[in-house]
């Protein structure tokens, strides 16, 4: 396979696990059991200001811009890349919320769905960080944190998602509103969308990517 290829495979790969979060983040919403625990924030967010989750998503992706920098102690072109990429899934995360109707179902195929549709979050998740283009800061700040603290993404994807759900909780609290998107579907992929992705890592790979699991290290290389 030649390098072209790859990279055509790769872009293809990258463009379908944006679409896969951005469509699993909306479906979350439809079945009111509680939003993602990394969108639970976004959420808060959208429905305390009355914004839409777009632009929600694009004020707390700007801020995991903000953090990334701080943490690594280090401004790159990297981590500026992700500004404009913030901006564009924000809207692609607009556009899914206009066309994906609201729906009602009952409690045990709604609980299904919401399980299926955590591995398509996954599944999204490991598709475009594997294809080692560029990265919306949610995947870019425990991307960061990873390398930061030589833990593996996997298990810095779950603290981080349980983290988003504890502040988004204290947000309604100070805010005096509804639990916003917490629920038990919340708590449920906060614990095991990380592990979901940990089993995408152990059997798949990405072509021209072999090396799926340590792929932190092509994207945001040490310094000499």
Do not use: H, W
Not at 75 to 82: F, N, S
Not at 124 to 145: C, H, K, Q, R
Not at 150 to 165: A, E, T
Not at 204 to 217: A, C, F, R, Y
């Amino acid at each position: 396979m030649t390098a072209k290829e790859n990279i055509s495979k790769r872009l293809i790969f990258y463009i379908l696990g944006l679409n896969f979060i951005a469509i699993a983040l909306v479906l979350n919403i439809r079945y009111n059991l509680g939003v993602a625990a990394f969108s639970s924030v976004m959420y808060s967010i959208s429905s305390i200001y009355g914004i839409s989750l777009g632009i929600a998503s694009i004020i707390c992706y700007l801020i995991f811009v903000l953090a990334q920098c701080i943490l690594s102690r280090k401004i790159t072109a990297m981590y500026l890349i992700e500004i404009p990429f913030s901006f564009a899934f924000g809207f692609l995360t607009d556009f899914y919320d206009m066309i994906i109707p609201d729906f009602t179902a009952i409690l045990p195929i709604r609980v299904i769905l919401f399980l299926a549709t955590m591995f398509l979050t996954a599944l999204g998740v490991f598709l475009y960080v594997n294809a080692a283009f560029i990265m919306i800061p949610t995947e870019g700040i425990v991307e960061t944190i990873s390398k930061v603290f030589s833990s593996r993404f996997s298990l810095v994807k779950n603290i981080f998602d349980i983290s988003m759900v504890v502040i988004s909780v204290l947000l309604c609290l100070f805010y005096r509103t509804p639990l916003y998107g917490i629920g038990a579907g919340t708590i449920l992929s906060a614990f095991c969308i990380g592990r979901i992705i940990k089993i995408y890592e152990s059997f798949l790979s990405i072509p021209g990517n072999p090396k799926t699991v340590n792929v932190k290290e092509e994207i945001y290389p040490e310094n000499n």
